[in-house]
């Protein structure tokens, strides 16, 4: 894991309306409508196979052919356990994509500042991998980008030490253990945020959903649930364009730093 810091800013997305809600949803209908009729057609094909073949081992068994249909009941029943491995995984994408779908709807769209992020995500590349982010529902404490970056920089900083009050060690162990578990968030110590309600929240991040297809500014675009616990989603950057007026959500510089 390694953290990557900017010196520029991006757009705040603490004035967005309930619009990027309605259109991320839109969105993923569409993107689960397709997948969902590319499975299904897959899926009738494999069973098709799978009966074809066992009607050729009914057929062989009649017909005494013991040669035939031996290596017909071993391809189908090899062929029918992968069917159903596919269709568990098709239960599990769909209900990923449904409470996906709930926290996007339901969410509030949040300035999430990166404090460390999985290496790969900063090559353009296709696996999905977590980083470590901090936001605030606070628009006040969020919209406050100078102070919210410093903070992030403050958590990666007591990365692998061992500091001796307990909020410290605290803070430390947030970093030092790069396990992501998703929908994990955790409530800074008050004494480390100057009072502000600030998470540390783990984030799966979908190259596709980046420009370029990999991490190019320390704020990433969110939309949250709020509270103590809840989900937490990386917004798509086209969807933050406007048609007449191009924006893009990461705003880097030529300065921009690399920390390791």
């Known amino acids: 894991m390694s953290s990557r810091n900017y010196d520029s800013s991006a757009p705040s997305l603490a004035s967005a309306s309930h619009r990027l809600n309605r259109r991320f949803t839109a969105y993923v209908d569409q993107v689960f409508e397709r997948q969902m009729r590319q499975r299904r057609r897959l899926l ?17 068994v009649l017909q005494r052919m013991q040669d035939l249909w031996a290596p017909f009941l071993i391809a189908g029943l090899l062929i029918a356990a992968w069917a159903t ?13 449904q409470q996906m779908r709930a926290v996007i709807q339901t969410g509030t ?6 404090v460390q992020a999985n290496g790969a995500l900063l090559h353009a590349q296709r696996q999905t991998l977590p980083c470590l982010v901090l ?3 606070q628009p006040e404490v969020s919209g406050e980008i100078d102070y919210m970056q410093s903070l992030a920089r403050r958590v990666y900083a007591l990365k692998n030490t061992q500091p001796t009050d307990a909020d410290s060690q605290f803070v430390a162990g947030l970093t030092t253990n790069e396990r992501a578990v998703p929908g994990r968030r955790r409530l ?4 480390f945020t100057d009072g502000s309600t600030i998470y540390c929240a783990d984030l799966l991040v979908r190259p596709d959903y980046l420009q370029g297809s990999h991490i190019q500014s320390d704020i990433l675009p969110c939309i949250a649930e709020p509270g103590l616990g809840g989900g937490i989603e990386l917004v798509p950057w086209w969807l933050l364009q406007e048609p007449e007026k191009p924006l893009t959500p990461f705003q880097t510089t030529e300065g921009s730093r690399l920390g390791l």
């Not at 009738?44 to 062989?60: E, K, Q």
């Not at 596919?86 to 994408?93: E, K, M, N, P, V």
């Not at 800074?188 to 004494?191: Q, V």
């Open 44 to 60: 009738l094909a494999v069973s098709i196979i799978v009966m074809v073949l066992f009607a050729l081992i009914a057929f062989a």
């Open 85 to 97: 491995r596919g269709i568990q995984g098709l239960f599990r994408w769909r209900q990923r994509t």
């Open 109 to 114: 769209p949040v300035n999430a500042f990166l």
């Open 135 to 137: 936001i605030s529902f």
């Open 188 to 191: 800074l110590p008050l004494s």
